[in-house]
């Protein structure tokens, strides 16, 4: 509690706070058991004060609605300075990988925006950084929020509202049957004009090529999305689609046993992950090269690979990556016969999908393909309910890549070669 001199003092240095419409920096005091704190601060992003500090302004958003004509102007660049420099800390908030802090100090405030486009920039940030952390329910919900800011007359496939649109599909691909959710990327891509609206069209074609692609297991109609993607990012020079096709290409290649080439593409998305937006990107190529090198039987660089993948991975904190990768090393493990290895490492992966809201069907699935194998490798006899409850789930949700599999383990095979195609 602040006494009453340190009130006095705070609104002498900062008479802002004082005023109605301020922003707010929530911080949560979490306890730390003896012997953890130095693990623990290595772990958490170290933000210096001086990222912070621009964010207290003498602007406050309360100011705009005075009665005062003559200072309105002043007033509104200042607002829009605001604006700018805590766009700015969120965004570095997001790259530190302290989305769980930023999200804190946004999300009470969203509503107080009232200029729709300022507010859709804060958004943005905010469905992402509850994509990253695994809230994918909550990140969609937002979406339907900002849905109805806009007139009921309003045209849905409009370049404020496209975008919007693409990112509700893509929060709810984590849990919804991709049967549902393809034909309304398709529609999306009818009503998107690649001229007016470059950004989007190059999204859908991603979206289409490559995650609702690799979900569905048509890889070649799938693939012909993915080069139309990559055709239209090398003429547009935009390294981020690129980056992000090209994995999904070299996935695609590694999947029809390319590998030589698979790791071509995987490398050369690497390398454009290093421009600008990319550090996710660099999480999941080198979770793919991990399983690459996997499939070449190179254990050492597999295994590389995906420690390096997992150490980025928890520094921005992204759950179902993390539960990916240590499905990866589970393979790994199943691969390499290390049995009570693959069972340590399939547990921890399940517990990362845990913390994705709601289920991550696609790893729940792939953890009962591998839990169904380890089973029938101890001989324990329960092996095939297992494995035809991961045939229900997949036929479910419209993995027919994955419900295939799960028919081979049950007819048979011994020893069916599962390529992890990540999302």
């Known amino acids: 509690m602040v006494g009453s001199r340190e009130t006095e003092r705070l609104a002498k240095d900062l008479p802002f706070l004082a005023r109605p419409g301020t922003w707010r920096v929530q911080i949560s005091i979490i306890p730390v058991p003896a012997g953890q704190d130095r693990g623990l ?86 469905f992402d950084m509850m994509h990253i952390r695994g809230r994918y329910a909550d990140a969609a919900e937002l979406i339907r929020q900002e849905f109805a800011i806009h007139p009921p007359n309003a045209e849905m496939h409009s370049p404020l509202v496209l975008p919007l649109k693409i990112r509700f599909i893509h929060h709810q691909m984590f849990y919804r049957p991709v049967t549902e959710l393809w034909p309304q990327m398709i529609d999306l891509l009818s009503c998107c004009d690649e001229v007016q609206d470059p950004d989007s069209y190059g999204e859908i074609l991603f979206m289409l090529g490559g995650n609702l692609g690799t979900l569905r297991g048509n890889y070649e109609e799938a693939r012909r999305f993915l080069t139309r993607a990559i055709r239209q990012a090398r003429q547009r020079k935009d390294h981020y689609i690129l980056a992000r096709c090209l994995r999904k290409y070299g996935d695609f290649l590694r999947y029809r046993g390319h590998l030589q080439l698979s790791k071509d593409a995987l490398l050369e998305a690497l390398r454009l992950s290093g421009h600008g937006r990319g550090t996710r990107q660099r999480i999941y190529i080198h979770g793919c090269l991990g399983d690459l090198e996997r499939q070449k039987q190179n254990y050492t660089a597999a295994s590389e690979h995906f420690e390096r993948a997992i150490e980025l991975a928890r520094s921005t904190f992204i759950p179902g ?22 069972q340590i490492l399939l547990e921890q992966a399940e517990a990362h999908y845990r913390n994705t809201h709601p289920r991550h069907w696609w790893g729940e699935i792939q953890v009962a393909l591998v839990r169904s194998r380890l089973m029938r490798a101890g001989g324990n ?40 195609m990540f999302l």
């Open 41 to 126: 601060r290595s772990r958490l992003p170290q933000l210096p004060m001086n990222s912070v500090l621009p964010l207290l302004s003498a602007a406050a958003p309360a100011d705009l609605l005075g009665d005062h004509a003559d200072h309105s102007c002043a007033r509104l660049e200042a607002f829009r300075k605001l604006d700018e420099q805590t766009l700015g800390l969120l965004k570095s908030l997001q790259l530190q990988g302290a989305s769980g802090l930023a999200l804190e100090l946004l999300t009470p405030q969203l509503d107080g925006i009232s200029d729709p486009n300022v507010r859709l920039q804060f958004a943005t940030i905010l």
């Open 321 to 342: 990556w993390l539960g990916n990768l240590h499905l990866g090393l589970a393979e790994l493990a199943l691969d390499r016969s290390r049995f009570d290895d693959a």
């Open 381 to 420: 006899l329960d092996w095939p309910e297992l494995a035809r409850m991961a045939h229900r789930e997949a036929t479910a949700a419209g993995y027919s890549r994955d419900a295939a599999f799960a028919t081979a383990l049950l007819s048979g095979d011994r020893n069916p070669q599962n390529v992890l």
